[in-house]
């Protein structure tokens, strides 16, 4: 069967940051200067590829920094519209399941809505996560990160000549994905990577720092992490733009 996870549209690694993140925290992380109230993000998330597509090429505007590493106005409508898709996708499939109800409430706690500011709050959180790897030597490979994109588009083509509907679609939205942004695939491919070697530094900490856990902590792992992230945020420099 046609695993989405595997579709061309890498960009969509993303979201494995967000499924990490509570949302929880101080409310007045998020200072609401003229910059944050300018954002204007999805009012729907049913179009992922032409949305993400517009997002990339509309000019960047830098909103705050996080330890010296800028967060822009792209970003923040970014992780707002994957997180919500993914969540309204999560949500339609537990729907469409024969589970009893009590076991779709359980489910139904790993896909959350999310507001323009949980979503920059959850870019902070990638910031900081970020600068904590690196302290502590922990890197991706570009060069692996390029070739996960590119083995991602593999899949799908090869799918997509298979007869798979979900595939061909794919298939069919990279394209159009591709000439609204002007990119070339080599081009995309390079991009994504950027975003799966983000995304594969922030897991590879995450599971060090389980890891290293001690056991009587380990059942309470994935809070635990936030924990230990809500900290890295408390001593981070923010600088509002």
Same mark, same amino acid.
């Given at each position: 069967m046609f695993n989405k996870k595997h579709t061309?549209?890498?960009?969509?690694?993303?979201?494995a940051?967000?499924?990490?993140?509570?949302c929880k925290g101080n409310s007045d992380l998020i200072?609401?200067?003229?910059?944050? /109230?300018?954002?204007?993000?999805?009012?729907?998330?049913d179009d992922l590829f032409r949305q993400s597509a517009e997002i990339f090429l509309e000019p960047k505007t830098v909103v705050l920094t996080v330890n010296g590493r800028e967060i822009t106005d792209s970003d923040i409508k970014t992780k707002f519209l994957f997180t919500n898709n993914r969540a309204k996708n999560g949500l339609a499939e537990i729907d469409a399941e024969s589970a009893d109800e009590e076991q779709k409430a359980t489910e139904r706690e790993n896909y959350k809505y999310i507001t323009k500011d949980?979503?920059? /709050?959850?870019?902070?959180?990638?910031?900081?996560?970020?600068?904590?790897a690196e302290n502590r030597g922990i890197t991706t490979s /570009?060069?692996?990160?390029r070739q996960t994109a590119v083995d991602g588009y593999n899949n799908t083509k090869e799918f997509a000549?298979?007869?798979?509907?979900e595939a061909v679609l794919a298939m069919s939205q990279l394209d159009e994905y591709l000439q609204i942004t002007g990119q070339t695939l080599d081009e995309y491919f390079d991009n994504s990577a950027e975003a799966v070697v983000d995304v594969g530094t922030i897991s590879r900490l995450r599971a060090q720092y389980i890891q290293d856990l001690p056991l009587e902590k380990q059942p309470n792992a994935n809070e635990e992490y936030q924990k230990f992230v809500d900290e890295l945020v408390k001593k981070? /420099?923010?600088e509002w733009k």
């Amino acid at each position: 069967m046609f695993n989405k996870k595997h579709t061309a549209i890498i960009l969509a690694s993303l979201l494995a940051i967000s499924v990490l993140s509570s949302c929880k925290g101080n409310s007045d992380l998020i200072k609401q200067t003229q910059k944050v /109230k300018d954002i204007t993000v999805a009012e729907s998330y049913d179009d992922l590829f032409r949305q993400s597509a517009e997002i990339f090429l509309e000019p960047k505007t830098v909103v705050l920094t996080v330890n010296g590493r800028e967060i822009t106005d792209s970003d923040i409508k970014t992780k707002f519209l994957f997180t919500n898709n993914r969540a309204k996708n999560g949500l339609a499939e537990i729907d469409a399941e024969s589970a009893d109800e009590e076991q779709k409430a359980t489910e139904r706690e790993n896909y959350k809505y999310i507001t323009k500011d949980e979503a920059i /709050k959850l870019c902070i959180e990638d910031k900081v996560q970020l600068c904590e790897a690196e302290n502590r030597g922990i890197t991706t490979s /570009k060069e692996d990160a390029r070739q996960t994109a590119v083995d991602g588009y593999n899949n799908t083509k090869e799918f997509a000549e298979s007869g798979n509907s979900e595939a061909v679609l794919a298939m069919s939205q990279l394209d159009e994905y591709l000439q609204i942004t002007g990119q070339t695939l080599d081009e995309y491919f390079d991009n994504s990577a950027e975003a799966v070697v983000d995304v594969g530094t922030i897991s590879r900490l995450r599971a060090q720092y389980i890891q290293d856990l001690p056991l009587e902590k380990q059942p309470n792992a994935n809070e635990e992490y936030q924990k230990f992230v809500d900290e890295l945020v408390k001593k981070a /420099k923010i600088e509002w733009k």
